[in-house]
């Protein structure tokens, strides 16, 4: 069982550029998030799948769209990525039932933008 | 959305108990207290979860007063190992709740 994967690990752009964060999960979940994590910010919801075929914002949505391809894959996209979202990316994932929800987390993807 | 107090760092030293405390004064009935360890260049992970009185684990013990507006988290005789950062999450009943604090950065020295 490998649980939350993500690509890449590390990737640098320019500003104005586009790139897509991928993330798979191998344990059934029907729940799924994007998290950034920047010094002294802790972790800051972006975008959330509650379940397969739907997506809602978080704290943090502006500047990012997801995509739900399937009950396993959760991408993020940076249309025209800003210096402002250099920051590290976790994806997660939990079994959605609700009240007690237990999170998985990816290894993180450090994203560089200059 | 519960608004969500921890202290921003914690020193100890190798065999002491460890006690981080986490302030959620707006704690909602459905909510449950979780708690995730991370260590550089890895993902959060899960160590305890509780909604009230005490729970304790193989890691860890957390304990959760009457009033719920408020929780602490033990970590007993600490280990160099235990150096990290810890995360207080107060949630539940949708997945857009999942909002963690800003983490306790806790460093056990020899």
């Known amino acids: 069982n490998a649980g939350v994967t993500q690509t890449p690990k590390f990737q640098v752009l320019k500003t104005g550029q586009s790139m897509t964060l991928q993330c798979a999960q191998d344990?059934?979940?029907?729940?799924m998030y994007w998290y950034r994590q920047d010094p002294g910010m802790g972790l800051r919801l972006i975008y959330y799948?509650?379940?397969?075929?739907?997506?809602d914002k978080g704290e943090v949505p502006n500047g990012y769209n997801v995509s739900r391809l399937n009950k396993r894959e959760f991408s993020l996209r940076l249309e025209s990525a800003a210096p402002s979202q250099t920051s590290v990316y976790f994806c997660?994932?939990?079994?959605?039932?609700?009240?007690?929800?237990?999170?998985?987390f990816g290894s993180g993807t450090q994203l560089s933008v200059l | 959305l519960a608004k969500i107090t921890q202290p921003i760092s914690m020193d100890s030293y190798e065999g002491q108990e460890v006690n981080i405390t986490c302030s959620h004064n707006?704690?909602?009935?459905?909510?449950?207290i979780t708690w995730y360890q991370q260590f550089p260049s890895q993902g959060p992970r899960f160590i305890i979860q509780g909604y009230k009185t005490k729970v304790t684990n193989e890691v860890a013990s957390l304990f959760i007063p009457a009033d719920r507006k408020s929780s602490t988290l033990s970590l007993p005789r600490v280990s160099l190992s235990d150096t990290a950062v810890y995360y207080c999450?107060?949630?539940?009943?949708?997945?857009?709740?999942?909002?963690f604090g800003k983490g306790t950065k806790l460093s056990v020295k020899p």
């Open positions: 999450l107060v949630a539940g009943g949708s997945q857009g709740n999942l909002i």
């Open positions: 707006n704690i909602a009935t459905n909510d449950y």
């Open positions: 799948s509650a379940s397969e075929g739907t997506t």
């Open positions: 344990m059934n979940h029907n729940s």
């Open positions: 997660a994932s939990s079994s959605g039932t609700g009240f007690n929800e237990k999170l998985f």
